[in-house]
């Protein structure tokens, strides 16, 4: 593997996101730092996007790349995006003890996005998934409504 990142987070991606939420969500985190200059710094990029989007998009080095990153990681904390690795903060415990317990949906998994991801990752993702037909449309429009509102979401 090229870094030592998990390039799901960077992408704000679940690791079973599809493509095309892999590709919208990289083409909405370009604009963004394309619009906001001051973002870009060590931790996030133009150059570590495009290396997260280039290992995801091929299905060999995204195979790959799979097979080390469950090596180091457990799949759920994959999937819980930052809040799995705040195990001291008290919000990731609550969060992942509410979806653990709970018997709600999982809207994050429905949007194929982390539970940290920025408004613009889950409107971009909704609208990646809102074209495939195989969509159930009134469970992503569900998730979508929960997740735009920050009062709901919180």
């Known amino acids: 593997m090229i870094e030592r990142r998990n390039f799901y987070r960077i992408l704000h991606v679940q690791p079973d996101a599809s493509m095309a939420v892999i590709e919208e969500n990289y083409r909405i985190l370009l604009e963004k730092l394309k619009k906001h200059p001051e973002m870009n710094g060590p931790n996030?990029?133009?150059?570590?996007?495009d290396v997260a989007y280039s290992t995801l998009q091929d299905p060999s080095k995204r195979a790959?790349?799979?097979d080390e990153l469950l090596q180091r990681y457990h799949i759920k904390n994959l999937s819980q995006g930052a809040f799995s690795f705040n195990q001291g903060n008290a919000t990731g415990k609550?969060?992942?003890e509410r979806a653990t317990?709970?018997?709600q949906r999982n809207y994050y998994r429905i949007l194929q996005i982390q539970p940290d991801a920025p408004a613009s990752v889950i409107k971009a993702s909704y609208i990646a998934l809102k074209k495939n037909a195989q969509q159930d449309k009134t469970l992503l429009e569900e998730a979508y409504r929960i997740l735009a509102d920050p009062v709901k979401r919180r």
């Open 64 to 66: 790959a790349y799979d």
């Open 94 to 96: 609550q969060w992942s």
């Open 101 to 103: 317990n709970s018997n």
């Open 44 to 49: 996030w990029n133009a150059r570590l996007l």
